[in-house]
Nanobody, 120 residues
Framework: QVQLVESGGGLVQPGGSLRLSCAASGTIVSINTMGWYRQAPGKQRELVATITSGGYTNYPDSVKGRFTISRDNAKKTVYLQMNSLKPEDTAVYYC??????????????WGQGTQVTVSS
């Protein structure tokens, strides 16, 4: 059984910063790409950032230059540093990880989501 547990969401004023964390636990052989997605009310879930096991990162233009994804492989944890937050960043943020749990078994796992609200 694999679990992804997120933390760090909350309410912040425009221009402020938040740092999200997501820790993986369970029977894990290796973790491949990890990432963050978000879903605002009435909208589809969208990509925020991904990072490969080798540290290669990818961001959409909407967050590039403001958000930074990183990971600590020893702690099986991925982070999302969010700076210069805007009201349009308000959403539930979900952690995702592609995890190998056996020789021939690899699946995508999701966290429960953490609310980020940017408002004055």
């Amino acid at each position: 059984q694999v679990q992804l547990v997120e933390s760090g969401g909350g309410l912040v004023q425009p221009g402020g910063s938040l740092r999200l964390s997501c820790a993986a636990s369970g029977t894990i052989v290796s973790i491949n790409t990890m990432g963050w997605y978000r879903q605002a009310p009435g909208k589809q879930r969208e990509l925020v950032a991904t990072i490969t096991s080798g540290g290669y990162t990818n961001y959409p233009d909407s967050v590039k230059g403001r958000f930074t994804i990183s990971r600590d492989n020893a702690k099986k944890t991925v982070y999302l540093q969010m700076n210069s937050l805007k009201p349009e960043d308000t959403a539930v943020y979900y952690c995702n990880a592609n995890i190998r749990t056996g020789t021939w078994k690899r699946d995508d796992y999701w966290g429960q989501g953490t609310q980020v609200t940017v408002s004055s």
